[in-house]
């Protein structure tokens, strides 16, 4: 028998190099700029591919060993949930409505994520960075699939779920987040890493993580705790991705650093807009309540963003333009936006409601320092209305941001008794903004956001109407119509909790009527 | 003693998602992976143009020369979704696991002739190369094609195609080290016998059109590639000359190729059956895809089979021509 | 000084990962909240295999913390034997 010796073994950085860029060629048949065709145009300069790392060295076995795990554990509480009948046993039904904001809001963005990462996994010269994304192109992708699963037994039993792929297409703050990620996608796949993988899956993730579960646990959903907790180790190989691209591009040439300081100033301020719609969960659809949104952003934005930013400022990166912005919204944004919901909810399928005492309680202790003087007594005044029958319903449309597409309800850094008002203009036409930081987003960018598909300039333009529908028509009622595009069950999905069909199945259930 | 079980009767409001229930019928409980596939990609209404393709929407179903009044109609016979896609991938490196640590065990490498084992790696290590296309093309498929149940299954056969990959690399450290791999590379970008080959994959590379894409790669290519290599070359020719060990450890190639192929030829199928024009373009496609891809692997094949290459070749590409008559092309 | 954190999953798994991190790292502190175990450390926190394998007398790969690993915060190191967070400033 022969001994055989082979003469050199490889160390762990090596091997795995060996597993992923080792398999890449320089192309001389179809020029690499041919074959890459995007990774150059957004003016990011990469010199040299090879010094990109890669922190969690998962080779394909190693991935579908572990995630193996996770799934088989995961579907194994999601069939026992249904089995069982789990979600009787949630605090109160107004906390589906939670769930409700997450799968019209937060699910397509997985799908979104999903398709974005495939096409930087196809886009960048660097086979590390491919692969990176790649993983987690198909992460997102089981993201997307097992908040549908999850979230199914919860659209059996409750409406305000079942349309939720049509809506977030069509319905006015559902292009809130569409208009997000699709600014996303429609991006370079630097700016694509910038905004997902670092801004949003680094900066501003625990934000979005932990309202909804700790919301979850709270409010005896342990499928969705589950879900989350399962979703969210993949998150920390995507905050990996997220930290490793920033640091890449700003260490290979400085000429980066003013582009990625710009897209980081656009990005955390798209990103902290959107998550209004969290902050107002957090706040008011959680019957059982844990942190608020103001204790989150200090602990998660505040300390953990601080932090952050100190170790990038040795690269010349600054804290985003929007933070002290942010900061002082934290007092208020969730109140403002519960507002809104709660006064167009004739055209939002989900339930808004008047707080109980221990929750306006609650909210007192949480915004000592906004609360009591600007937000309770509206709460106050629309439950005497609507104890008096009058609980109304706004049947105007409100004028929306042009760049976070979000209504005009956010009020001037230091008084909450100003509406903000910005505008530009551009080519002729006048574009309106929440806030500084959105007209400059615009102002950077304005060939990309005059495209916005802004839903109340789409319903004023007829737009929103199913076909055949003839608005000339004596008795037109536009809103009607616009609902019916919609799809939205009136007087089933919409409204307020109090008397909903929600409500009424719960209480039935849970008391074991027939 | 009786034990009297009183269960809650609760009944459903409805079985599934509006966005499911249109593709499957009202009232139906869909599968997890139609539950999970179906309507998921966001279609209308868009708001901005790619910077990088203003020329389309997002998603765009023109991007490709075939039509389709339902991309949905695309299903997968296998039913992936990531749950059931990851836990059958991950039985099947459990199995991987075990067949290296049988052969490691019997010191099966050691046991095959050094000639077999440098054979071995000269066919097989510039095949990373080529497994690493499949896996560009395919993550390709899934950012520009259209429709999830099109989309997701490729992005799954894109990380399949790096597993595969990973896996030539560990065989070849296992068999000659790390200087196998270099010479495959070397091998790859200036060898005659791979060049007409790495023409084909660096051409797949700059096709635009993801269903043709899907043609060059997955029908034409690995249609050709893998009944030649862990048919031909691994089963019949190195295991039957000491090479078991060979087989042993690229045994999930071959499985996955059996497996995945049900998946490529039901997406020809559905989709030559949709009309005559999408027919004749996707008949077109794997006719010059697939004449181009036997030519590419002729050196290929002689490298690997010597006087029974031509033989070899032309099975394959019969087997080949039978999935595609099958599946109704022209 | 800035802290960087690990949080898992609170369940029988992770119960030795989170023991072997607070034996190795003094001044570590942690936080229980409802299925979920969160670790602070300022500057730098360790994962060490062999401590992890000490406590349960099995062989442990320390890509295994993937299964029950909720989130983390700075930069990562990791390598056969090791498995490190921290700031460089």
Redesign the interface.
Known sequence: MDTRVIKRKLGLKERYAAMTRGLGWETTYQPMDKVYPYDKYEGIKIHDWDRWQDPFRLTMDAYWKYQGEKERKLYAVIDAFAQNNGFLGISDARYVNALKLFIQGVSPLEYYAHRGFAHAGRSFRGEGARVACQMQSIDELRHYQTETHAISTYNKYFNGMHHANHWFDRVWYLSVPKSFFEDACTAGPFEFLTSVSFSFEYVLTNLLFVPFMSGAAHNGDMSTVTFGFSAQSDESRHMTLGIECIKFMLEQDEANVPIVQRWIDKWFWRGYRLLTLVAMMQDYMLPKRGLSWKEAWEMYAESNGGALFKDLARYGIREPKGWADACDGKHHISHQAWNTFYNYNAAAPFHTWVPTDEELAWLSEKYPESFDKYYRPVFEFYREQQQAGNRFYNKNLPMLCTTCQIPMLFTEPGDPTQIAYRESRYEGDTYHFCSDHCKEIFDNEPEKFVQSWLPVHQIYQGHCFKPGVDPTAPGFDPLAAVLDYYELEFGRDNLDFEGSEDQKNFQRWRTGAA | MTIDLKTRSIEPLRATYAHVAKYIGEGRIPSRYEEATMGAQPMVNFHYRPTWDPDHELFDASRTRVVMSDWYKLRDPRQFYYASWTMTRARQQDSMESNYQFVEQRGLIDKMPAEMRQKVCRVLMPLRHVAWGGNMNNASVCAYGYGTAFTAPAMMHALDHLGAAQYLTRLGLALEGPDALDEGLQAWLEDPIWQPLRRYVEDTFVVQDPFELFVAQNVALDGLLYPLIYGAFVDDHVAMQGGTAVAMLTAFMSEWFDESSRWVDAVVKTAAAESDDNCAVITQWARAWGTRAQAALQPVAALALGDAADAALTDARAELDTRLTKAGLA | M??VFIAF?ANEEARPIIEAILADNPGAQVDH????VKIDVPKRLTIKRQTIENLTGQPFDL??I????????G??????DQFTLS???
């Not at chain 3, 909240?33 to 979920?36: E, N």
């Not at chain 3, 993937?66 to 915060?73: A, R």
């Not at chain 3, 930069?75 to 056969?80: A, G, K, L, R, V």
């Open positions: 800035s802290n999953q909240s409802p299925a979920l890509q295994q993937h299964v029950n690993l909720v989130t983390l915060s930069h990562i190191d990791e390598d056969d700031w460089k400033h």
